[in-house]
């Protein structure tokens, strides 16, 4: 047996704000930073040790990581930062308060932008390039995501670099977002994507599976205060 555990980083400025994110780059808030020093000791408190920590590019995510790192007495676990880890990209909406965007477009259709597999926001005209991903093709920058296209550009990341690791009986640990982190359980869990929309993943709530050797799951636990 083998257990993976995936994290959502502590709540950002943007949550708090109720705003769009996905591929922005925002802070987390003081109270997202308490969370995730919970959230590290919830780990730590259940005895989980891992070989590797993987994360997206983007500091939410990674102060989250680095926070339960160090709860864990584990800074010194490698630590790979990917862009396909990033949270969903929200096109045209981003930055924009959701519930005015609500009154804006209506319940019924952000509903469908925020929860469907398959429904993508409006895009941005154009992509916005940063240095953080000069190393790859400016064609990995998105100028709006459906969860399915958030799912197609992580899953080549789970099965390349976290797979391998699990297979070998390592122990794993994922820190990135609500959306990815939606796509990675819909397809651990084999969940259709009529079905999807009903799943959330909580700020800094440590989801902790256990795995066979066929990587099927055994056992589902959320760690939480008790």
């Given at each position: 047996?083998?257990?993976?555990?995936?994290?959502?980083?502590?709540e950002?400025?943007?949550?708090?704000?109720?705003?769009?994110?996905?591929?922005?780059?925002?802070?987390?808030?003081?109270?997202?930073?308490?969370q995730?020093?919970?959230?590290?000791?919830l780990?730590?408190?259940?005895g989980?040790?891992f070989?590797?920590?993987?994360?997206?590019?983007?500091?939410?995510?990674?102060?989250?990581?680095?926070?339960?790192?160090?709860?864990?007495?584990?800074?010194?676990?490698?630590?790979?930062?990917?862009?396909?880890?990033?949270?969903?990209?929200y096109?045209?909406?981003?930055?924009?308060?959701?519930?005015?965007?609500?009154?804006?477009?209506?319940?019924?259709?952000?509903a469908?932008?925020?929860?469907?597999?398959?429904?993508?926001p409006?895009?941005?005209?154009?992509?916005?390039?940063?240095?953080?991903?000069?190393?790859?093709?400016?064609?990995?920058?998105?100028?709006?995501?459906?969860?399915?296209?958030?799912?197609?550009?992580?899953?080549?990341?789970?099965n390349d670099?976290?797979?391998?690791?699990l297979?070998?009986?390592?122990?794993?640990?994922?820190?990135?977002?609500?959306?990815?982190l939606?796509?990675?359980?819909?397809h651990l869990e084999?969940?259709?994507?009529?079905?999807?929309d009903?799943?959330?993943?909580?700020?800094?709530?440590?989801?902790v599976y256990?795995?066979?050797?066929?990587?099927?799951i055994?056992?589902?636990?959320?760690?939480?205060?008790?």
């Amino acid at each position: 047996m083998v257990q993976l555990v995936l994290v959502r980083h502590g709540e950002s400025t943007a949550n708090f704000d109720n705003t769009y994110t996905g591929w922005s780059d925002v802070d987390l808030t003081a109270h997202g930073r308490a969370q995730a020093h919970v959230a590290g000791q919830l780990i730590a408190a259940s005895g989980l040790q891992f070989t590797a920590v993987h994360t997206s590019m983007l500091r939410r995510a990674i102060m989250t990581a680095y926070i339960i790192q160090d709860e864990l007495h584990a800074n010194w676990l490698p630590i790979t930062k990917s862009w396909r880890l990033n949270e969903r990209h929200y096109g045209a909406l981003r930055g924009l308060n959701k519930d005015k965007t609500r009154a804006l477009f209506g319940r019924q259709q952000v509903a469908q932008w925020r929860r469907s597999y398959t429904a993508e926001p409006p895009h941005l005209a154009r992509a916005h390039h940063q240095r953080r991903y000069a190393h790859w093709p400016t064609s990995i920058i998105p100028t709006g995501e459906s969860l399915a296209d958030a799912s197609a550009r992580l899953l080549p990341y789970w099965n390349d670099a976290v797979v391998p690791q699990l297979r070998a009986g390592h122990n794993q640990l994922i820190v990135a977002h609500g959306s990815t982190l939606r796509a990675l359980i819909k397809h651990l869990e084999g969940i259709a994507d009529t079905d999807i929309d009903g799943v959330e993943v909580g700020n800094a709530a440590p989801i902790v599976y256990t795995l066979n050797q066929r990587l099927a799951i055994t056992d589902k636990v959320t760690l939480a205060e008790k």
